[in-house]
């Protein structure tokens, strides 16, 4: 399993936020997680929304950084991506 983060692009709440994912599996993720913090409230059906800061301590946990389009491709390619129209 590789988990992934991406570049902070999403502004919201007076920060930057990006996207932490499986290539692989959910339960990983969760666990990677859970590991460094990172707040259940965060999880969004397939992803975690990260803020800018906490980056440097996720990659120095293990985490691979990776620009936006191939976090998404990635993310299709384990089957665990969730599509827009199914997030309602």
């Known amino acids: 399993m590789t988990v992934l983060v991406d570049d902070p692009r999403w502004p919201a709440h007076g920060r930057l936020w990006a996207h932490l994912v499986s290539d692989d599996n959910l339960d990983e993720l969760h666990a990677f997680a859970r590991a460094h ?19 440097p301590r996720l ?28 997030r309602r």
């Open 37 to 55: 913090d990172v707040p259940a409230r965060a999880f969004d059906l397939d992803h975690y929304d990260v803020p800018e800061e906490m980056i």
């Open 59 to 86: 990659l120095a946990a293990g985490a691979e950084h990776v620009g936006g389009k191939e976090l998404v491709r990635r993310l299709i390619a384990s089957g665990l991506r969730i599509p827009a129209r199914d």
